[in-house]
């Protein structure tokens, strides 16, 4: 129902876009995130963004580095990722909430950023 895309190998002070696209019915939609898990980490908040592109929230780390958006018309949520670092390598997950969902109820397949430093 969600599918990502877009990770992949990049050296350090890269650049990747990541892309998430959604099969569910959109109009139920109501925040969109990306969360990442390194290994032997637990998962992290990375960015959400309310499904019609307001509200953007970053995690400290990632502010002024990455950014999210939305594209309605494409069904699609995106993450900018800029001067990336090593520790940014992780398997980057997208993920949706409903309207009156209290936690992300859809999640993409992950998708691998690996950051060499």
């Known amino acids: 129902q969600l599918q990502a895309s877009g990770g992949g190998l990049v050296q350090a002070g890269g650049s990747l876009k990541l892309s998430c696209t959604a099969s569910?019915?959109?109009?139920?939609?109501?925040?969109m995130g990306w969360l990442r898990q390194a290994p032997g980490r637990e998962r992290e908040l990375v960015a959400s963004?309310?499904?019609?592109?307001?509200?953007?929230n970053y995690a400290d780390s990632m502010k002024g580095r990455f950014t999210i958006s939305t594209d309605k018309a494409k069904s699609t949520v995106y993450l900018h990722m800029n001067s990336l670092k090593a520790e940014d390598t992780a398997l980057y997950y997208c993920?949706?909430?409903?309207?009156?969902?209290?936690?992300?109820?859809?999640w993409g397949q992950g998708t691998l950023v690996t950051v060499s430093s």
């Open positions: 993920a949706a909430k409903r309207v009156g969902d209290h936690e992300y109820t859809y």
């Open positions: 569910v019915r959109t109009k139920s939609l109501y925040r």
């Open positions: 963004i309310d499904w019609n592109g307001r509200i953007p």
